[in-house]
C-alpha cells in the first residue's frame, strides 16, 4: 500500500504558526511574571529591592529577543 504523499508546503506552514503560537505564549508569561513581579513590589513590602529584580527582567528579555534573532538567522 503506498503512503499517502507529504505536502511539504503544508508541512512548512504548520510548523510556523506552532511556532508563532508558543513565541505568543512565551511573551505572555513573561509579562505575567514582570506584571506581578511589580505588582509585589507595589504593595508595601519594602524589603523587595526593585533594582536587581528590573536589571534581571531586563536581561530575561535581551536573552529572549537574542534568541529570537539567532532562531530567525538560522531559517534564512
Do not use: H, N
Not at 504548520?14 to 507595589?42: C, M, N, Y
Not at 528590573?54 to 536573552?63: D, I, P, Q
Amino acid at each position: 500500500m503506498r503512503r499517502k504523499r507529504i505536502d511539504w508546503d503544508e508541512e512548512i506552514r504548520k510548523t510556523e504558526q506552532v511556532r508563532w503560537k508558543g513565541l505568543r505564549f512565551s511573551i505572555a508569561s513573561f509579562a505575567l511574571a514582570a506584571f506581578w513581579i511589580f505588582g509585589v513590589g507595589r504593595m508595601g513590602r519594602k524589603s523587595l529591592s526593585m533594582g536587581p529584580l528590573t536589571l534581571v527582567l531586563l536581561f530575561v528579555a535581551a536573552g529572549t529577543l537574542l534568541f529570537i534573532m539567532l532562531m530567525r538567522r538560522k531559517q534564512k
